[in-house]
């Protein structure tokens, strides 16, 4: 279940949070590397690190480990701009994104779908929801060359994959990664790109 922050909402300004959602194997930290590495410097996202009570295991998300007693210290002092538990764990994104939008920065979170809409509550207009998509089949040869669960986990995640695209907000961006993964990271830059300009032209 999601977990309130009980903060106001953010008052709009040129920033956007691109809120990144998508299967486990959807390739949403390949992506977020991409951004990091292919963007200009003068439409070069920051995207922010995820702290979670899970420790390194050798995968692909560089993520920050706590452990459980650091975790709700954090949540104590609220060093957290949001935070949420899923799959047994706990993830936090740090305060600083909201001085990054504040500065106009176009900033990148994997966020949860299970958190959107509390995420939403407190960023109105700043948030960009945005889908990672992939084939089930191919997400499913994904899941299985990575080699963390079993035919059953497997399944259960595809499942709450096809569940996700189901219950998504109409005005959610679509990214597919179902081929090379440099047309995906450029297609995902472009939407930004996109929805940045938008959003000047809507502030003037």
Same mark, same amino acid.
């Given at each position: 279940?999601?977990?309130?922050?009980?903060?106001?909402?953010?008052?709009?300004?040129?920033?956007?949070?691109?809120?990144?959602?998508?299967?486990?194997g959807?390739?949403?930290?390949?992506?977020?590397?991409?951004?990091?590495?292919?963007?200009?410097?003068?439409?070069?996202?920051?995207?922010?690190?995820?702290?979670?009570?899970?420790k390194? %295991?050798?995968?692909? /998300?560089r993520?920050?480990?706590?452990?459980d007693? /650091?975790?709700?210290?954090?949540?104590?002092?609220?060093?957290?701009?949001?935070?949420?538990?899923?799959?047994?764990?706990?993830y936090?994104?740090?305060?600083?994104?909201?001085?990054?939008?504040?500065?106009?920065?176009?900033?990148?979170?994997?966020?949860?779908?299970?958190?959107?809409?509390?995420?939403?509550?407190?960023?109105? %207009?700043?948030?960009?929801?945005?889908?990672?998509?992939?084939?089930?089949?191919?997400?499913?040869?994904?899941?299985?060359?990575?080699?963390?669960?079993?035919? /059953?986990?497997?399944d259960?995640?595809?499942?709450?994959?096809?569940?996700?695209?189901?219950?998504?907000?109409? %005005?959610?961006?679509?990214?597919?990664?179902?081929?090379?993964?440099?047309?995906?990271?450029?297609?995902?830059?472009?939407?930004?790109?996109?929805?940045?300009?938008?959003?000047?032209?809507?502030?003037?």
């Amino acid at each position: 279940m999601p977990e309130s922050n009980n903060r106001q909402p953010l008052a709009a300004g040129l920033g956007r949070l691109f809120y990144i959602m998508g299967a486990s194997g959807a390739g949403k930290d390949t992506l977020l590397r991409g951004c990091r590495r292919d963007s200009t410097d003068d439409m070069r996202p920051l995207v922010a690190h995820r702290y979670i009570t899970r420790k390194a %295991d050798g995968g692909t /998300e560089r993520h920050v480990w706590l452990s459980d007693t /650091e975790f709700e210290q954090r949540v104590a002092i609220d060093a957290f701009a949001m935070h949420w538990s899923a799959n047994g764990f706990r993830y936090g994104i740090g305060r600083e994104i909201d001085q990054w939008l504040a500065h106009g920065g176009q900033v990148l979170v994997n966020g949860s779908r299970g958190y959107l809409d509390e995420a939403r509550s407190h960023y109105g %207009d700043t948030l960009v929801p945005v889908l990672i998509r992939v084939d089930p089949d191919r997400l499913q040869q994904r899941l299985v060359m990575r080699g963390r669960e079993c035919a /059953e986990q497997i399944d259960a995640r595809i499942r709450r994959a096809r569940e996700l695209e189901q219950q998504l907000p109409s %005005d959610c961006l679509v990214i597919e990664n179902n081929g090379n993964v440099e047309d995906a990271v450029s297609n995902l830059l472009a939407a930004i790109a996109e929805q940045q300009n938008g959003h000047r032209r809507w502030l003037r």
